[in-house]
């Protein structure tokens, strides 16, 4: 497996600022690289260090092997972009705009767009400054979608859209990966991340924190789980995997590793379980959990703060 | 109306603290310009004998009739001195108030900040209010520190306040007349277009009014640009002239509410049409021309009828033989001896100016191409960076050139009519196009600057300020050498009327061609900025 995209130790700064502080990525050729990260940790910096918008203060970038600050038209040929703040021109309508950056790219499927017109319900021949925000995202998607490129660079590409158009996104997605494209999806958004990505990489503070495939990445991952039942079963906190276990009257919730899922749910069905809730953790919880200390909050703090009487 | 109006402090707060530099600038540079021009004519004019040789000269020429308006009391300084400011330069003040009252309209609604306020407490009518209240102000300070600065120079207090007034009042009107343009287009280009051709269509009523003998017709009287002249400051000082302006402006006013309260936020009076669903745009270049072709089309209409006024009063511009003290004048007006030549050399410097503007602007698309995030996307696709930059920046170049190429022709044209020559057409052709080099270096600094400074983009327009300041006052200033060089438009021949100047012009094309490498050389390095 060739690597597609290379970043070894980049650091960007803007002006005294740096925002991107000795940061390591390798996106290997075929798969969908989910890339995680909370606001302003650098995921939109790395993606235009990537597209040569930007240029690095040390540190080395490729991109399919070529320099993407010095190479821009040969490799912007074989990749495709679509920006996380899709800006368009406001009296171009939006076919227009998808034909132009099609051209650009160096041609389009036709074919494939007018599906992909189809499939995301955009009217193409409305004026760019009539569009919503998610319409403004479609227009950039199909334009990018509609392309035969080999990379795609997707900064968060769902903002903006419905559930029914993320299916529909999520379902292109796998199309470009069984067809042998490389995605690097960009976002904000575990559950997005987990349902397409091969691997996922973790950005914090201007540096790639965690990196891996999925199931590596479970030891990260726990479980929130909420239950009513008839008499409350002591001491749940020290069965293996279980952890801030908060009690109020009949209602139990948890965040629970795989492997504690099992035991907890025997002594829950014990107990008398009358309705179980459990949630996939949020990033924000996953961040708290493992990198709390490190941004100076105690690990222990989310604990308190669930520690709170929820009687709800 | 209460409701509609709440949170009006607050943006007008706002809208002042946005513009902190850009509209005191713009006040101290008008005020600056009357205080220079006034003190300017008291040294031209030092007796009676010579003003009123000079005010007959101007009073008696049909081109100075038409691009000034006349006299109306040749003893009097103030009326001779500030010559040019009663419609000439009202006419930039009522350009400035157009753009600051757009800016903070229409252009607001545009870009979807004022979306974003008004999620707050903050009444339907609040913001144009508060523009409303920002351009009447900016026209009140500016025209009541001109009459202070007219009357510092020893000119009567009454007409110094009179003309001053006649600035505020005027701006007033203008700033409503934009109000309403930003009511009834979606962009805020095309609203400034539309006021910026209620201004050309003001200015031109007048001129054809003030050429009528033995004084103004009716004609005059319709246009706002010639109510200010008929305020006739220092020449008697007809205070209830002041009344029209303000009448209308006091008239407009609820019809901008009116028309508000008739649209949604970001919409026009028009609904939006659906356009082609396939795009026929192949490349950078075509987007450039399409992002440009309104706006120049509009230049294009304004010099052709510009120039065909001009062109035709050419033969009325030998009436200043009267004199030699009349032809002093004009050496001082125009710098050449040929005196229909001067004239038309120099109209066609002035249309050389106002079209490096339209370069300048169109430049500047650089720049808000990048800050709108639309060059992200493109450079995102296989367009290389030069090609993006070239392609604006090529498009102004040749924008440059066609215009002054129709200036040219169109003055011919003029001229060969009045003065049955048919020949004009050639030299004034060749005349306007050597034009072009100066332009072209103004064009050429906004790339450059662009390439390096990025923020500093639109400061180049007080750069074209500055040097249009030096070319109308740098000799009344004792300004260095040096800093009169610097402007481009100090190199260019007077054409007609002298000869050769091809080194000149091959200079000023290679400095805009070095002023362009060295732009591309700073736009490849460096990062994209919002």
Known sequence: MTNVVELNGVVKRFGTVTVLDGLDLAVTEGEVHGFLGPNGAGKTTTLRLLLGLLRPNAGSIRVLGLDPWRNVATLHRRLAYVPGDVALWPNLTGGEVIDLLGRLQGGQDQARRDRLLEMFDLDPTKKARTYSKGNRQKVALIAALATDAEVFLLDEPTSGLDPLMEDSFRGCAQDLRDAGRTILLSSHILSEVEALSDRISIIRAGKVVETGRLEQLRHLTRTSVTADVAAVPQHLELLPGVHDVVVANHRVSAQVEPAGLAPLMQALTAAGLQTLTSSPPTLEDLFLRHYGAATGQAPTGAAASGGRPDNV | ?530
């Open chain 2, 1 to 530: 109306m209460c409701e509609t109006l709440a949170g009006t402090g607050a943006l007008v707060r706002l809208g002042l603290r946005r513009d902190r530099w850009l509209l005191p600038l713009w006040i101290l540079a008008f005020a600056m310009m009357s205080w220079s021009s006034a003190s300017a004519g008291a040294g031209l004019f030092p007796d009676k004998a010579s003003r009123i040789e000079a005010a007959n000269t101007i009073n008696a020429a049909a081109s100075m009739v038409a691009l000034f308006g006349r006299v109306y009391d040749p003893t009097s300084l103030g009326s001779l001195s500030m010559i040019k400011y009663t419609a000439f330069m009202t006419a930039a003040l009522a350009v400035l108030m157009v753009f600051v009252t757009i800016r903070h309209t229409r252009a607001d609604e545009e870009s979807g900040q004022l979306e974003l306020l008004s999620g707050g407490r903050l009444g339907r009518n609040a913001p144009l209010a508060a523009a409303l209240v920002i351009s009447f102000g900016a026209s009140l300070v500016l025209g009541l520190l001109s009459s202070a600065a007219l009357a510092a120079t020893g000119l009567p207090a009454a007409g110094s306040l009179a003309f001053g007034l006649g600035w505020v009042a005027t701006g007033m009107a203008f700033s409503a007349v934009a109000a309403v343009g930003a009511q009834l287009t979606t962009s805020a280009r095309a609203a400034t277009g539309l006021g910026v051709i209620v201004i050309a269509i003001t200015y031109a009523l007048r001129a054809v009014g003030d050429l009528a003998e033995p004084g103004p017709s009716a004609l005059s009287w319709l246009s706002p640009i010639g109510w200010n002249q008929q305020i006739r400051a220092f020449a008697g000082d007809h205070w209830w002239v002041l009344v029209l302006p303000l009448t209308l402006c006091v008239a407009l006013v609820p019809v901008t509410f009116v028309l508000r309260a008739r649209r949604d936020l970001g919409g026009g009076l028009r609904e939006e049409r659906p356009g082609p669903a396939r795009g026929a745009l192949a490349g950078v270049w075509d987007l450039a021309v399409r992002l440009q072709d309104r706006v120049l089309v509009a230049w294009a209409v304004t010099v052709v009828v510009f120039g065909v006024v001009i062109g035709s009063l050419a033969s009325g511009a030998t009436d200043f033989l009267t004199s030699p003290n009349a032809q002093d004048l004009i050496r001082k007006l125009g710098g050449a001896q040929a005196l229909t030549d001067a004239f038309l050399a120099a109209e066609i410097a002035i249309m050389g100016i106002g079209v490096a503007a339209y370069g300048l602007s169109a430049a500047n698309r650089l720049r808000s191409e990048e800050t709108t995030g639309h060059t992200e996307a493109l450079l995102g696709t296989a367009t290389t960076r030069t090609r993006w930059a070239t392609s604006h920046y090529a498009a102004a170049l040749a924008g440059v050139a066609l215009l002054m190429l129709l200036t040219g022709l169109s003055t011919g044209a003029g001229a060969a009519l009045s003065l049955h020559d048919g020949s004009q057409v050639g030299r004034i052709t060749l005349a306007s196009l050597a034009q072009v080099p100066a332009a072209w270096v103004i064009t050429s600094v906004v790339l450059a600057v662009f390439g390096w400074a990025p923020r500093l983009t639109s400061a180049v327009w007080g750069l074209l300020a500055l040097f249009i300041a030096l070319g109308e006052f740098g000799v009344l200033w004792n300004a260095p050498q040096w800093l009169m060089d610097l402007s481009p438009f100090q190199h260019t021949p007077l054409l007609p009327v002298g000869s050769g100047g091809i080194v000149a012009l091959v200079a000023l094309t290679a400095t805009a061609a070095a002023l362009a490498a060295l732009g591309y050389l700073g736009w490849r390095r460096r990062d994209l900025t919002a």
